[in-house]
Every structure is written in structure tokens, then in C-alpha cells.
């Protein structure tokens, strides 16, 4: 029996947040006169309600704005105000604070907002679907690439022809091992636990970050009294606390918690994700780009890992554009390496970064926690410097694609 073949200018493998992000600015850009297909089997359910929730960048939310997609976002969505910085062990009884950040990159606009994956991704959904992009609940099984088109089986027993596929399926992506993509990179021996407390006080929009001996600590402000946490610990500690009974998992929190926000309580089961390094050598093949964790995983310690997935999406978006605009295919080699260029350098300087920050903060030794303390102290001096951060933070430095500029198409 011969598969359904059917025809698609862009297919995009993957409908998490970059894959549904991506979908919805070529659409919005290019109209009813070019298709965009989402294909990805969790598609058959809403998006899962598992408290997850990402610090999404000045930068990311001036796209969402310009895409339609922000107003259902903003009402579930924390600014994050202010953050402070603390260098220190895990029983010292106090904990300095060596840095802290003003949280506006503009007046009235904060340099990260804090939202429930959830919420994000149903905005997208929405506003794919108003667009006309079309959403598959099927997975990429494989594909083939020629001179003309890709034709990509799907899990459902159809096939698709399209222009331009896009890799969207995260950091094991498939697509990019059948592509022959090779990574470099290396397993941290961490893993980021991950829950969301609620507490007996407010935040007033201060996110937090310890740096402790095992890795960082964050707290990270959500709407109401709560709080989201990214704990990092050595992998098989991790997976021994997430499997402690609640309470004592509560009395491990709390030794780093503190009790600035008064009484808390987890309000959802922690879960564990090992963290790395890993980033493609190429981030393009024949008719075939690479966004997202398929492009680049690096350690959550600056928080910016969603955030480079957006710019990917911003870039590529543009390049996509500005292509089929002029009647070029956005499959072509020349297209591609546009994106490639404007991309891989930023990602490996971003991998570099995060790789030493953790090696600095993620250890012990006194003599380095007396230089970084150091360091940290004179960057809290230096307000020029500090403002850099913030708009590094906010994603709004360097060559920085339209629509993170919050510029349509």
C-alpha cells in the first residue's frame, strides 16, 4: 500500500515551545499563501499541566507581544523585579549578598518574566490555529532529503513533502543523528530538581540565586505567594532527595530556602533532569535546520536555555522570510548558512560561559570562592557593567533578530 503523500513549504518536527514559536512567525509573517506544519505527537492533549515553569527573556516577550500570543500569556505571568546573588555554603547561617540586579531594561519593562510552560504553550497553540498553521499529533519517523523537497515519513503512516524541515525534538533529537549532525559536550554529573513552593509571604517579583558548593539554588517568583525552584545537586543525590517522603524532602529544601518568605510548602512532586553540555557542530544539513535543545543544551546557571531557543526561532523566522519573499526557497543551502552564521557563534560563546560559571561555582574550594566572591563584589560596583548583564540577560545584545526586538516580519 502506497502512503498518503501529502505537501507542506515548511515542517517543523517538534510542537514544544520553540517548534509552536517558530510555526507562528513564519506564518504571521508569510500569510495564507505559504503552509506551515507542526508534527508532533503530543499534539493529541492539551499541553501537560506539570508545573514547569521557564524565566522567559526581555527579549522572548517582546516576540510574543509582536506575535499575538502575549495577551494570554500576561495575566498568568510574574515580572521578575530584582535579583540578588549569594555566594555561600549550605549551613552558614548567613548568607551575603554580593550582587544584585535592578530588574527594568526599559521603563515599565522587566528584564524576564517568570510563566507556567503550560500557559506559553497553549498561547501558541491558540494563536497556530488562528493562523492556519497545521498541527499534527504524529511524530517525524524519518525523512530524505534531495535537491528539490524533504520527504518526511510521519508515525501516522503519511508522508510529507516540504521545503524546509526543522528539528525541533529536543535534546536527543532524532533528526539530527539521521541527518549525520555529530555534537560536542559532556554530562555535568548534575541534575537540576525542579518543583514549585508556595509561601507564607510575598516575593515582590525578587528572584534569587545561592550559589552553593553542589550547584546553584534558585528561587524564581511566580504569580501569587509562590515560588519556582531549580536546585542543583550531584545526579544521585538528586534522584535520593526526589525520592525522600515530603516532609523530609521539605526539611532538605528549607536548610536552603531560608526563611525570608516565611512558612512554605511544596505544592507539586519534584522531578529531576540530568544536566550537560551539548551543542551540534552544525546546526544545518540538506533542507534541514536545527532549533532549540536539537541545536544547543547548556547548564540552566545564567537561565537562558529557553531563551536561546527564541533567538533561534527569531533567526530563523527572518531568514525564512525574507527568502520566500523574494521567490528563493528557504530550503537552499545559501538560506540555511545565513542561519548557521548569524547562530552558532553566539550559541558557543553562550555554552562557554555557562560550562565556566558552573565549573567556578559548583565546587568548595575556599581560594576560588574568595576570588569569585571578589569578583562578584566589583561587578556590584560597577553600574555600567551590571547594566550590560541585564540587557545580556534581557537578550537584547548583539546582533539581535526583528522580532526579538519586538519588530514584526
Known sequence: MTAHLSQTDILIAGGGLAGLCLAVAIKDALGSGTTVTVADPALAAPPAEDGRASAFAAAACRMFRTLGAWEQVEPEAQPILDMVVTDSRTMDPVRPVFLTFAGEVAPGEPFAWMAPNAV??????????????????????????????????????????????????????????????????????????????????????????????????????LKGNRSSIVWTEQTERAKRLCALPKPLFLDELETRFGHRLGVIEVVDKPA????????????????????????????????????????????????????????????????LARYQRWRRFDTALMGATTDGLN?????????????RDLGLGLVDRMPALKGFFVRQAAGITGDVPRLLRGEAL
Open 120 to 221: 506559553v504553550t497553549r498561547a501558541l497553540r491558540a494563536r497556530a490555529e488562528a493562523l492556519g498553521v497545521t498541527l499534527t499529533a504524529a511524530g517525524v519517523d524519518g525523512f530524505t532529503a534531495d535537491t528539490a523537497a524533504t520527504t518526511a515519513r510521519l508515525t501516522n503512516g503519511q508522508s510529507m513533502t516540504a521545503r524546509l524541515l526543522v528539528a525541533c525534538d529536543g535534546g536527543r533529537s532524532r533528526l539530527r543523528d539521521m541527518a549525520g549532525i555529530r555534537t560536542v559536550g559532556w554530562d555535568y554529573g548534575q541534575s537540576g530538581i525542579v518543583c514549585t513552593v508556595a509561601h507564607e509571604y510575598e516575593h515582590h517579583g525578587r528572584a534569587e540565586e545561592h550559589f552553593l558548593p553542589a550547584g546553584p539554588f534558585a528561587i524564581l517568583p
Open 272 to 335: 529531576a533532569y540530568p544536566l550537560g553540555l551539548k551543542v551540534a557542530r552544525d546546526f544545518v544539513a540538506a533542507r534541514l535546520a536545527l532549533v532549540g535543545d536539537a541545536a544547543h543544551v547548556i547548564h540552566p546557571i545564567a537561565g537562558q536555555g529557553i531563551n536561546m531557543g527564541f533567538r533561534d526561532v527569531a533567526a530563523l523566522a527572518e531568514c525564512v522570510a525574507e527568502a520566500m519573499r523574494l521567490g528563493l526557497d528557504p530550503g537552499a543551502p545559501d538560506v
Open 359 to 371: 565549573r567556578l561555582f559548583s565546587n568548595g574550594s575556599t581560594p576560588l570562592r574568595t576570588i
